[in-house]
C-alpha cells in the first residue's frame, strides 16, 4: 500500500529519446459530422503543432479501428490532422499513431537523420521508433472489444479497461507488449495536461514532470492510478543493443496510451 502512495504522488523527470520528442494521439470532438485525429508531436502535450516538413516521411497515417475493422481517414486542414469522412457510429474507437524507425546520430556539431554509416564521427547513435494509441470514445461508449485488443505495434500499451469507466484515484489496469509479449518490468509514467513546473526551451513552455511511476509485473500488466479528472497521457519506453553495432548503438523504442478521465 505505502508503494501505492508513493508512485502516485511522486513527480518523475523522464526524456524519452534522443530529441526529447514523444508521440501522442489527441482525438478532438467531431464538428460537423466529422472527427478529427490529431498526431502529437514534440515536448508540448497535449497541444499538436506542425511537424517539420523534413520529418514528414517518418510519420504514417493516423489509424482509426472500429469494430468492423480499419475506417478511412483524409488528411485535414493541418500536416498532422486527419478526418473522418462520416460521423462516427456510437462505439469505441482505437486511433493509433506510428513514427517509422528512423536513424539518428550525435555527433559535436549536433543530432542528424543518420546511422554511424552516414555519420563515422558520431558519438552515438540510435534507431527510435515510436507508437502513440488514444481512446475514441462515441455517444457516450464504455466498451472495450476493440480498445483492449491488440493492435500489432512493436510496442504497445493496452488499456484493460475503458479509461470512460474509470474516475479520478481508481486504478486502470494496462498492460505492455513488445513483439507482441508481456513487457516485464517495463518503467510506466503518467502524467496530465498542466501538470508540473512550466519551463521554457528552445521558445517553448513544457514540463516533463510525471505524476505517476511505476513498473509491469511478469505479465507486463501494471495498475495506473489517475490522481484527477483531466486528459492524461501514459507512457513506457524499451531500450536494447543495436543488432550490428557498426551501424547504431541502441534500438529505441517509446509507446504512449492519451485518454480523459472524468470528474
Not at 489527441?26 to 478529427?36: E, F, H, K, M, V
Not at 499538436?48 to 475493422?69: M, S, T, Y
Not at 515510436?130 to 472495450?144: H, L
Not at 512493436?154 to 507488449?177: C, D, M, R, S
Request: glycine share 8%; with cysteine; charged share 20%.
Amino acid at each position: 500500500m505505502q508503494l501505492k502512495k508513493l508512485v502516485v504522488i511522486l513527480p518523475f523527470w523522464f526524456v524519452s529519446h534522443s530529441q526529447a520528442h514523444s508521440l501522442w494521439v489527441n482525438a478532438l470532438p467531431a464538428a460537423g459530422g466529422q472527427s478529427t485525429i490529431e498526431l502529437g508531436y514534440g515536448d508540448e502535450f497535449p497541444t499538436a503543432e506542425a511537424i517539420p516538413e523534413d520529418r514528414l516521411h517518418i510519420f504514417a497515417p493516423a489509424q482509426l479501428i472500429g469494430k468492423n475493422g480499419d475506417l478511412l481517414l483524409k488528411p485535414g486542414k493541418e500536416n498532422y490532422q486527419f478526418v473522418t469522412e462520416k460521423p462516427l457510429a456510437k462505439g469505441s474507437y482505437a486511433a493509433i499513431a506510428i513514427y517509422k524507425p528512423t536513424y539518428w546520430s550525435k555527433n559535436k556539431a549536433g543530432w542528424q537523420q543518420q546511422s554511424r554509416t552516414e555519420m563515422p564521427d558520431a558519438l552515438y547513435c540510435e534507431r527510435a521508433s515510436m507508437f502513440g494509441k488514444t481512446i475514441v470514445n462515441i455517444d457516450g461508449a464504455t466498451e472495450t472489444a476493440v480498445i483492449s485488443q491488440p493492435q500489432g505495434l512493436q510496442l504497445e500499451i493496452i488499456p484493460l479497461a475503458n479509461p470512460a469507466t474509470i474516475k479520478a484515484g481508481q486504478p486502470l489496469p494496462i498492460q505492455v507488449l513488445y513483439d507482441g509479449k508481456p513487457l516485464k518490468n517495463a518503467d510506466v509514467t503518467a502524467t496530465f495536461a498542466g501538470f508540473g513546473d512550466q519551463h521554457e526551451h528552445h521558445g517553448h513552455t513544457h514540463s516533463h514532470a510525471k505524476a505517476f511511476l511505476n513498473q509491469t509485473d511478469g505479465k507486463g500488466k501494471v495498475n495506473v492510478y489517475p490522481l484527477k479528472a483531466g486528459y492524461w497521457v501514459v507512457e513506457t519506453e524499451h531500450k536494447l543493443p543495436y543488432v550490428d553495432k557498426a551501424k547504431c548503438d541502441e534500438s529505441v523504442l517509446l509507446s504512449t496510451l492519451t485518454f480523459t478521465i472524468s470528474e
